[in-house]
């Protein structure tokens, strides 16, 4: 069974354990049954705790379910009230320092959320984003850290934790400290989460105009003097998508020039491998058009999007498409591709691709480049050390759809390997 495979396995199973731990508290309150309750809030807990690592598309699917984290946490505190007010009287002390206690650390959760997405807003009205440059001058500071800011909500959430499970104390015992100190444990927790981010959130908010943003961009960018830069936008931001830029990396930084790697979306930086090439994200066009780059004389584009525009107007500098690896695939003869100056293509192939294309692009436009990221390996001089030789064959095999035949393997394949085979004799 593949990993992938499994982890659907697991995420079903996860769901299951969750999904029958709410029935099973429901029932409770039905039966009265204190045992009962507490043995599925705490498997529906430990599910929730394991369905965050185990599968994200069950996350999804449960909150396309109008069954989200927050609706779960809340369904299990009413069904807690409800269970206490069966058992003891609606007017008990349990009752009301278990609903005071929840509604403080709601209100808390409340605080703690907004301040949060005020940095994170604040944030994103920043120019750009940027590694590899000093942007000190600018005195911005560090975000929280990641540890408040990650996945808060989950953390927040959790924090009901001590007080559900005083207040099952407390019934179960009729001992009013469970519940007592339960309560001051989650609302104290939550309230020192507030206290610990209150620093940090208020420094992260201390920042330039977008002007002397920019005017320190350009400053430090005249300093470095950038020659060659590589620009990339995906309107789908994932991991899937960078390897487009991260295969180029390595080449980038053996250039005899100055790169630079321009990005338009923030989320791509997460995705983006570590490198020596200075690297800078500005999202909005008007922002890019005013960040300066006198020196620059090639920009490289490993992928076609629209957003490309907004480079592709910069007359002084030659733009270049390199894609991200020759194939029998559209997008590797693009008639899109004739807005650039130069297509870069790794042999006599893809070359034949784009000439296939009546009236689309030039024979001048096409240049053979091969593949840089192959140079480490040895060319073949004809003999080989072994009796049997190791032949490496790399196909294209996946595309954008199912319905198209991306791979050499069915019409070619065969040939490949009786022409091999051929050898031997």
């Not at 984290?69 to 505190?77: A, D, E, G, H, V």
């Not at 959130?201 to 960018?221: C, F, K, M, S, V």
């Not at 295969?247 to 020039?257: G, I, K, P, V």
């Not at 008639?335 to 294309?357: N, T």
Request: aromatic share 8%; hydrophobic share 50%; with cysteine.
């Amino acid at each position: 069974m593949g990993k992938q495979k499994r982890q659907a396995v697991l995420g079903v199973l996860i769901t299951a354990a969750l999904v029958l731990s709410f029935v099973a508290m429901m029932a409770a309150v039905v039966m009265v049954s204190l045992p009962v309750f507490a043995a599925a809030a705490a498997v529906s807990y430990l599910a929730d705790l394991l369905l965050h690592t185990a599968e994200s598309s069950t996350l999804d699917r449960l909150r396309d379910s109008r069954f989200g984290l927050t609706i779960r946490f809340l369904i299990r505190q009413f069904l807690l009230l409800a269970l206490c007010g069966a058992i003891i009287d609606l007017d008990s002390f349990v009752i009301q320092m278990t609903a005071v206690g929840l509604l403080l650390l709601f209100t808390l959760q409340l605080v703690y959320g907004a301040m949060i997405k005020r940095v994170k807003s604040e944030r994103a009205a920043l120019p750009f984003t940027t590694r590899g440059l000093d942007l000190e001058a600018l005195g911005i500071r560090r975000l929280p850290h990641p540890f408040l800011t990650s996945k808060h909500v989950r953390k927040m959430l959790h924090l009901d934790v001590p007080l559900v499970a005083g207040a099952i104390g407390t019934v179960a015992t009729d001992d009013w400290q469970y519940v007592t100190f339960g309560g001051i444990a989650t609302v104290w927790l939550a309230f020192l989460a507030v206290l610990v981010l209150l620093p940090g959130a208020r420094n992260a908010l201390i920042l330039p105009t977008p002007d002397e943003a920019l005017d320190e961009l350009n400053w430090q960018l005249g300093q470095y003097r950038p020659q060659v830069a590589l620009y990339f936008t995906f309107a789908a931001v994932s991991r899937d998508f960078m390897y487009q830029v991260n295969m180029w990396l390595e080449s980038l930084e053996e250039l005899d020039l100055r790169p630079i790697i321009v990005l338009r979306e923030r989320a791509t930086l997460r995705f983006l491998d570590a490198t020596s090439v200075p690297v800078i994200c500005v999202p909005k066009a008007e922002y890019l058009a005013r960040v300066e780059m006198p020196e620059l004389r090639v920009t490289l584009y490993p992928g076609n999007a629209g957003k490309n525009v907004h480079m592709l107007q910069r007359h002084e500098v030659k733009h270049v498409f390199i894609g991200h690896g020759d194939s029998d695939k559209l997008a590797s003869s693009n008639r899109v591709s004739k807005v650039f100056d130069e297509i870069w293509v790794a042999g006599r192939a893809g070359r034949d691709r784009y000439e296939r294309i009546k009236h689309a692009v030039t024979a001048h436009q096409i240049v053979e480049v091969g593949r840089p990221q192959l140079m480490p390996l040895r060319r073949w001089t004809g003999s080989v050390d072994n009796e049997i030789p190791t032949v490496i064959y790399a196909p294209t095999w996946e595309g954008w759809t199912d319905d198209a035949c991306y791979t050499s393997v069915i019409p070619a394949g065969e040939h490949l390997i009786r022409t091999l085979l051929s050898y031997k004799e």
